[in-house]
């Protein structure tokens, strides 16, 4: 409020007017475009695989368009769904009976198996016997949870070779 008081006192003095608002909304600026999720898995048997490139469109890339998420499924390139999320937290998969699900927390269980992203941005899959690191997200948002757990989960679905 004070400057706003002070306003004709600077005009007065010299000082041009500041220009008028035109809105809160106009006053912040539009965000950036959203650096794309970087889904790397940790290298095994010597061998590291390219990452997974999630875009903010939800596009799902890796070294060639692999399908595309949305919050609540992930589909090949053809359009055809290879994982959904149902309400209930269930996992389908067309012609395969599944047991995992996904938690309100957005944590993919089944089979004695938890995985997660943790605080870290780690992906950490979880069984009786402990915790393992098995890769990260990067450019990790964590309103992005359940997409990039559904990427994690769809992947075997979206590389294997075509029918």
Do not use: W
């Amino acid at each position: 409020m004070l400057p706003l008081l002070l306003a004709p006192f600077a005009v007065a003095c010299g000082a041009s007017p500041a220009p008028p608002a035109a809105s809160a909304a106009a006053a912040i600026p539009p965000a950036a475009d959203p650096s794309p999720m970087r889904i790397v898995m940790e290298a095994r048997q010597g061998a590291a695989e390219p990452a997974v490139i999630v875009r903010a469109d939800g596009a799902i890339e890796r070294e060639r368009p692999l399908g595309k998420v949305s919050s609540d499924r992930v589909v090949n390139v053809l359009g055809e769904v290879v994982l959904q999320l149902m309400p209930d937290g269930a996992l389908k998969a067309p012609g395969e009976a599944l047991t995992s699900s996904m938690t309100p927390d957005g944590e993919l269980v089944g089979r004695g198996i938890k995985t997660a992203i943790d605080h870290q941005s780690r992906i950490v899959v979880s069984t009786r016997y402990g915790d393992n690191v098995v890769g990260r997200v990067e450019g990790f948002v964590p309103g992005k949870r359940k997409s990039a757990l559904l990427v994690i989960a769809a992947l075997p679905r979206l590389t294997r070779p075509s029918r």
